[in-house]
Structures are given as C-alpha cells and as structure tokens.
C-alpha cells in the first residue's frame, strides 16, 4: 500500500498530490494513515474528545463567528436603506470595526503570550456580547457616533479574541499537530460564518419575506436586524463561557 501510494504521488503535481492523499486516505483504515503518513487520524488522537483547551476554544471560535459575520451586511442594509446613505458612505462608517481589529489584535497576540489567552479571550467575547447589545436596540433615529462607537466596541472585542484564542488552539497540541488544529480553525470560521448568515437570512425571511426592501419594509427591516441581533448577543453570552470553561 505504501509502495503503490508513493509511486502515484510521484508522478502528481503538488497539487494534484495534496488532492490524491485526501481522497486515499478517505478509504484508509486509520493503521494505515499512521504508518504511511506518521500522523494519527485527528479522531483518533481525540482531539475533541479529551483535549479540553482544543475543544472549547473551537467551540468559542464557533460561536464567536456564528455571531458577527453577518454584523457588517445587516449595517450594511441599515445604512444604506434606512439612513439613506450611499453604499460608499455606509463602508467609510463600517470601516471603524476593522481598523479597530487591526489595532488591538497585535498588542493581543504578545498579550497571550505573557498572560493567559483564556482570560483574553473570554474578555474579547464579553466586549463583543456588548456591542451586539448595543446594535440590539438600533433604530431608524439611531445617530452615526452611535454605530461606530457600538463598531469600535466589537473591534475591540474581536481583537482581544482572535488572536488568544487561536494561540489558545495551537498551543493546545503537539508540534506535529499544526496543521490539524489550523486547519480546524478554518473550518470554525467558514461554519460560524454560514451560521450567521444562515440565521440572519431566517429571520429576513420571516419577517420581511420575498420582497423588495421598500420605505413600506423599512419598520420590518428595522425589526430584523434589532432580532438578529439579539440572537447574537445571547450566541457570545454563551461563548463567554464556553472561552472560560477551555482549563
């Protein structure tokens, strides 16, 4: 079997050979997979299972995900339908939430290098509950400085919990496990992010329907994005706990 899986990664590209090994391994016992590859099939290993740290900050970064991908497209539609604002304009507003990211995240990897990335990051996800609290009780006279402090708050929030808790995950394996748990990673944000949207476009569609947004839709819009919104808050509430409970 090695000899066989060898002699067809040879005659691959990289890519194609990265392609072949996922699909081999698809239908490998997983005896085999630690004998060719010397890396125990993740289930195996238990990374979920028995290891604590991994499995609640994966939690965490599930949660942390399912609750503010949406926050920039329902604003979005805020700004641009209610306040009336270009969709220019409405980005110039909605850029305050990642300039405050791009701050605070670097000074918050070196933290959670000195300090524990569990109290970081449970402190990252508290700050981002409040600004979904804050966004909760939007509504058609909400002012400007309003929404970019409520931005500003969950680019705080973000930024103190992405980079501990990704340390957090990282260092929660072996050396030779990297890859496992970054590509895990990966997997918590795309699914958080289909979470959120998934969740966002439901109340939408219960609320609204199959319509066009129109001065008419304007109170329904209004209370969407006000629901939506609470369901987040209440999704990070529970991640608080779940960044505490990774010891």
Do not use: H, W
């Amino acid at each position: 079997m090695s000899y066989l899986l060898q002699n067809e990664i040879s005659e691959t590209s990289f890519y194609t050979q990265k392609y072949e090994i996922s699909r081999l391994t698809t239908f490998l016992p997983n005896s085999c997979i630690n004998r060719i590859f010397g890396v125990p099939n993740i289930y195996v290993r238990g990374l979920f299972f028995k290891n604590r740290a991994f499995a609640f900050s994966n939690m965490a970064a599930l949660i942390n995900y399912s609750a503010t991908f949406a926050v920039t497209f329902l604003l979005s539609l805020y700004l641009q339908y209610v306040k009336g604002l270009s969709a220019q304009n409405a980005g110039l507003i909605l850029i305050a939430q990642p300039i405050m990211m791009a701050i605070i995240t670097p000074f918050a990897g070196r933290l959670s290098d000195r300090y524990e990335p569990r109290i970081l990051a449970s402190l990252g996800m508290a700050l981002v509950t409040v600004g979904l609290v804050i966004f909760a009780f939007i509504s058609a006279q909400t002012t400007f400085e309003y929404i970019i402090i409520g931005l500003l708050v969950l680019g705080l929030g973000f930024g103190l919990f992405s980079s501990p808790n990704t340390n957090a995950i990282m260092g929660s394996v072996e050396r030779r496990f990297f890859g496992v748990a970054s590509a895990t990673v990966s997997t918590m944000r795309l699914v958080g992010q289909v979470l959120s949207m998934g969740i966002a476009m439901l109340i939408f569609a219960m609320l609204i329907g199959r319509v066009q947004i129109l001065p008419a839709q304007y109170p329904a819009l209004i209370q969407s994005i006000q629901i939506t919104f609470i369901i987040f808050a209440v999704l990070c509430f529970g991640g608080i706990f779940a960044s505490m409970a990774r010891k």
